[in-house]
């Protein structure tokens, strides 16, 4: 094996690509050449370096008590985080979507409710649903988000794994429109 | 896992910091309301990433030329207690972060993808709109050259 094949040899084994044969020539190499064998090493740590930096995060500009681990307590929960994530989760998937605040007090519409399925996706192009999403009203009635809507602003809300809603103010307290788009490959 | 959840993960890869992601990962979301840019888009997926990793890109790199020209380096050595060869690998892993936020473009997109979030090259290829080979060929010199930039980093520091 040549250093040049080496090289690339190297590179496909950091990619985990390498077949056994390949990785016992590749070793055979490296073990006669010590400027491969500086490579590899050296690529091999900074492989490691990067997934060190997705992983740990960055030092804060002040400086940090003594002691002070932080690189390393980067994902380091406390123990009930699980137990009160998985419950916050299930409250969160039952509560209603947060209705926003209005100063018409006449009284003449709906009291604010949940509009958890108030979505109904019908994209011609079965991938974004904008401007076909259509809203769905308390009573019932469909109708497509307005231009005016759509200008207006948004919020943002949740967001399914394949799915992605981006809600839009709303004067009425009662109407939510939302755009939604499909994130899942085709 | 919600979808904006997987995208704050891959900012917080770039930026190191949960509150910076999840308003860079907001931003990018917050584009999709306009019709005009909507319309436009072919792949959502594919344009969410880049965007997202775009923006986080930028904004770490920000960051790190401010920590520079401020000539504060965070430096792990304040950590009394440390032994020695933590201080060097810390103070290597944020050597690693800014000389990969100085790689051209594609490079630290397939990086970032490929060493940080372990996406597939065929993968990868899909999200940045670009052959998987391709994909491998950004990683392998990106590689290459933050390998030289390391080694260079630690000729100057010596």
Redesign the interface.
């Known amino acids: 094996m040549r250093c040049d094949e080496a090289m ?1 040899e190297i ?1 496909r084994s ?2 985990g690509e390498s077949s056994s044969a390949e990785t016992r020539r590749l070793d055979r190499h490296l073990s006669a050449c010590e400027s491969c064998r500086r ?1 590899s090493t ?2 091999t ?3 490691g ?13 002040r ?2 008590a ?4 932080r ?1 390393r307590l ?1 994902y380091r929960w406390p123990w009930w985080w699980m137990p009160v994530g998985a419950a916050a989760l299930v409250l969160l998937a039952f509560a209603p979507w947060p209705q926003r605040s209005h100063d018409d007090s006449t009284g003449d519409l709906d009291p604010p409710h949940g509009v958890d399925s108030g979505v109904e996706v019908s994209a011609t192009d079965g ?2 649903g ?2 076909a999403v259509r809203v769905d009203a308390p009573d019932g009635d469909l109708r497509d988000a307005g ?1 005016g809507e ?2 207006a ?2 919020e ?1 809300t ?7 809603a ?1 809600a ?1 103010p709303s004067e009425s307290p009662t109407l939510h429109v939302f ?1 939604v ?5 085709r | 896992m919600e979808y904006r959840d997987r995208l704050v993960s891959l900012a917080r890869r770039v930026l190191r910091n949960r509150q910076d992601a999840e308003e860079t990962v907001d931003e990018c979301l917050g584009r999709l309301a306009r019709p005009d840019l909507a319309a436009r888009i072919e792949n959502l997926r594919a344009w969410l990433h880049q965007s997202v990793l775009n923006l986080a890109i930028d904004r770490a790199r920000a960051w790190t030329r401010e920590q520079q020209r401020l000539r504060h380096r965070p430096e792990p050595s304040a950590h009394g207690a440390r032994p020695a060869d933590e201080v060097v690998r810390a103070e290597s892993r944020e050597a690693v972060w800014r000389e990969l936020l100085e790689l051209p473009r594609r490079q630290q997109e397939v990086l970032i993808l490929h060493e940080m979030e372990e996406v597939g090259y065929d993968e990868i290829g899909k999200l940045l709109g670009i052959e998987a080979a391709t994909a491998r060929v950004h990683a392998h010199a990106g590689r290459l050259e933050l390998r030289r930039r390391l080694a260079a980093w630690r000729d100057g520091k010596d």
């Open positions: 690339t590179q950091l990619d490579e050296a690529l740590e900074l492989k370096l990067l997934t060190e930096v997705g992983v740990t995060d960055r030092p804060e500009s400086s940090l003594p002691g002070d681990d690189g980067a991938r974004r904008p401007p231009a759509r200008e602003g948004i943002l949740s967001a399914s794994e394949n799915w992605l981006v839009l755009w788009y499909e994130t899942r490959e």
